[in-house]
């Protein structure tokens, strides 16, 4: 699967995004090479993600709630509050303006965001990740979070649809 890393117009932009994208692997944004198909609303999620039965663990319901509020927050402008629960090293190499230029690309490539539907999560390791489908105006993405059991956030990502968790 061809990976390509989105790169702002801004110089300081792109090797803050180059540098984040190679130091950890967790904080870039990339858009990959994978199909799209079609879209649920916010009531039937997406068809490109795989399905999954709900959460039963209150930890990764906690995670997905997390993950939607950010998404919001993102959605609103309000990115200092979309990394308010970011780890350490989320803190260094994803600031506050890096997370608003990254979404300003995102929709720059896949259109203004529209609406999302319902997250899905999946254990990794001692990580938790949830995927939020996102219906953009030009093509469906995904929004992805990986979580650390204390719920501080160890990676964000925005995709396209059906790229699939590793």
């Known amino acids: 699967m061809k ?3 989105i790169r702002n117009k801004s110089t300081s932009a792109t ?18 090479a994978c199909g799209s198909g079609s879209h649920g609303d916010q009531t039937n999620g997406s068809t490109t993600t795989p399905s999954t039965a709900p959460s039963t663990n209150p930890v990764q319901r906690q995670d997905n709630q997390l993950a939607l509020q950010m998404l919001d927050a993102i959605v609103r402008g309000d990115f200092a509050a979309a990394t308010t629960h970011f780890d350490s090293l989320m803190q260094q190499k994803l600031t506050v303006s890096g997370l608003a230029s990254a979404w300003k690309t995102y929709q720059e490539a896949l259109g203004n965001y ?6 899905q999560d999946v254990a990794r390791g001692s990580l938790t ?3 939020i489908p996102l219906q953009m105006a030009q093509a469906p993405g995904q929004f992805r979070v990986s979580f650390h059991n204390d719920q501080t956030v160890a990676g964000l990502y925005f995709l396209k649809a059906g790229v699939a968790v590793p």
């Open 15 to 32: 090797r803050g995004i180059a540098a984040t994208a190679a130091a950890v692997a967790a904080t870039f944004l990339a858009l990959t």
């Open 114 to 119: 529209q609406s999302h539907g319902n997250p």
């Open 129 to 131: 990740v949830v995927n």
């Open 3 to 5: 990976t390509t890393v």
